[in-house]
């Protein structure tokens, strides 16, 4: 999200399809353990919905080894798809989908989970410094191997993030949807997978999974990265959805294999 000056910490950037303001943030915050307990260096996981299932998600909630030799080894193994892909470009599609899947849910972002929300945080580490919603998303898919600027990405309106990873015409977007119709929409047009999401105020990661829609996201509200329901996240009502695939997008990942430049859309 673009930074407005002055920057006070009780406020935070809101993004419009196509437009920008700022509203104060909610006064009630909820305070990570991992800033309580100074335990940052833990990689402390705050799960705000208790009954969110690691095992029934099937996802990886805790870090594993060093996070630059992990994203080091993506990195290493991006030529074993490229080489697949002249021999058989469908296969290789569909094995490096899975892989971004699992290496972004399983390998980058359980490092990042506990680490501080701020309107102009930007850090590229995980747990050290802050990151904004948008710096978030732009920041796990460049260490995810994707060949973009995390700054200009994450400084855009989320219409344009999704037409990053997107054409405009493949874009699915909602308005004006009660939670359950939005979710049955969602799932008509989408099988399970990792999306990104714009709304009326934030970014952030939708993930399909058997129906349901979980928001990864760097959460203002609850100051920290996180994973939580969609339907009782407060940060998720919207008057507008803007999804872009992910991990299902055969174009971004083909992309990804040969290191293609995702670039801003044209005006």
Sequence with gaps: MKPIQPVIKTFLCIV???LMACVEAPKTKVIPNAVVNNSLQEFPLEIAEPTL???K???????KGEYSTMTSRILSDRPYFKRLYQTNSAKAID????????KLLNTIVPHWYGTEWD????????????????YFVSTTLKHLGFNLNRYKMAQQAGLI???MLQPKAQLQIFSN????????KVNSVYTDGVYFVGLDNHVGYVLVKNKELYFLHSSYYDDKVMIELAETSPCFPS???VFAEVSTNKHLVKRWIFNERLQLPNP
């Design 16 to 18: 419009f399809v196509g």
């Design 57 to 63: 998600l099937d996802i990886n909630f805790k870090p």
């Design 161 to 163: 993030e999704a037409q």
């Design 95 to 102: 094995s490096a989908s899975q892989y971004l899947y699992s």
């Design 53 to 55: 299932d690691s095992a």
């Design 177 to 184: 949807l009660s939670f359950e119709s939005l979710k049955a």
């Design 119 to 134: 309107f102009n945080g930007h850090t590229n580490i995980p747990n050290q410094g802050e990151i904004a919603c948008g």
């Design 239 to 241: 008057n507008i959805y």
